[in-house]
C-alpha cells in the first residue's frame, strides 16, 4: 500500500530543546522524499531528499534520508517558538503527485 | 520570491451548487496541482496537469471535478455540483521550471482555499 507514516503525532518540548521527526514509508520506486512545514496554511517547503545518506541543512533544520530502511528523519536543534508547527512528508513519484504522512504537530513552549 | 497565489480564501457555498477556485501558479513552472485536506486529517493529491492536459488524477477527482488552464497564468478547479463532503481545504501547487530536470524540483503550495459547503 502506498503509506508514510510519521511519528510521533505530536509532541511539546521547551525551547531551546532538541527535536527529531520521524518519517517511513513503504514503497521504494519513488524519486524524492520532501519535508514541508504547515503552519496556517500553505505547506512551506523545507527539504527534497533523492540520496540517501546525504544530509541537507538550512540553518538550525537538518533532514536525512535512508532508503534502505525506508525512513527519514528531521532534526530541529535549539528550538524556538516560531517552529511551532505541523511537520509533513511526503514521498514525490516524479511531479505526478505527493503522497503525505499525518504529520507531526510540533508544539513549543517557551 | 514568487509564490502560488489562491483565490479566494474562504468560499462559502449551498450544496448542489458549482464552485470554481482559482489559482496563479509561479511563473515559469510547468506542471500544475490540486490537493484537498478534510479538516484533521491528511493532505490528499486530486490531479496534476501538465502541457495543458491531466497526466494523473486520483479516485477522488471524479466527473464532478475538472481542471482548466484558460490562459497563461490562471489554473481552475471546478467542482460542478458540490456535496457536504467536498467541504475542505483546496490547495493548489506547481513546480517544474522550465530548462531544469524536473525530478529535483519541489512543488510549491499556495494559501489555500477554504471550502464550506452548507
Known amino acids: 500500500e502506498d503509506k508514510v507514516v510519521q511519528s510521533p503525532l505530536s509532541l511539546v518540548v521547551h525551547e531551546g530543546d532538541t527535536v527529531t521527526l520521524n518519517c517511513s514509508y513503504e514503497?521504494?520506486?519513488?524519486?524524492?522524499l520532501l519535508w514541508y512545514k504547515q503552519e496556517k496554511k500553505a505547506p512551506t517547503f523545507l527539504f527534497m531528499l533523492t540520496s540517501s545518506g546525504i544530509e541537507k541543512k538550512s540553518g538550525r533544520l537538518s533532514s536525512i534520508l535512508d532508503k534502505k530502511e525506508l525512513f527519514s528523519i528531521l532534526n530541529i536543534t535549539a528550538t524556538q517558538t516560531g517552529d511551532s508547527a505541523i511537520y509533513l512528508c511526503a514521498r514525490d513519484f516524479g511531479n505526478e503527485k505527493l503522497t503525505f504522512g499525518t504529520g507531526t504537530r510540533l508544539t513549543i513552549i517557551p | 520570491e514568487p509564490e502560488v497565489t489562491q483565490t479566494p480564501s474562504h468560499q462559502v457555498t449551498q450544496m448542489g451548487q458549482e464552485v470554481i477556485l482559482r489559482c496563479v501558479p509561479i511563473?515559469?513552472?510547468?506542471?500544475f496541482y490540486w490537493y484537498r485536506q478534510i479538516l484533521g486529517q491528511k493532505v490528499e493529491f486530486l490531479v496534476s496537469f501538465y502541457n495543458n492536459e491531466i497526466s494523473e488524477k486520483s479516485e477522488i477527482f471524479d466527473d464532478q471535478f475538472s481542471v482548466e488552464r484558460p490562459d497563461g497564468s490562471n489554473f481552475t478547479l471546478k467542482i460542478r455540483s458540490t456535496k457536504l463532503e467536498d467541504s475542505a481545504m483546496y490547495f493548489c501547487?506547481?513546480?517544474?521550471?522550465?530548462?531544469?530536470?524536473?525530478?529535483?524540483?519541489?512543488?510549491?503550495f499556495g494559501d489555500g482555499t477554504r471550502l464550506s459547503i452548507l
Open positions: 514503497v521504494t520506486n519513488f524519486r524524492s
Open positions: 501547487a506547481s513546480s517544474g521550471l522550465s530548462g531544469l530536470p524536473v525530478s529535483n524540483q519541489p512543488q510549491h
Open positions: 511563473s515559469n513552472h510547468l506542471y
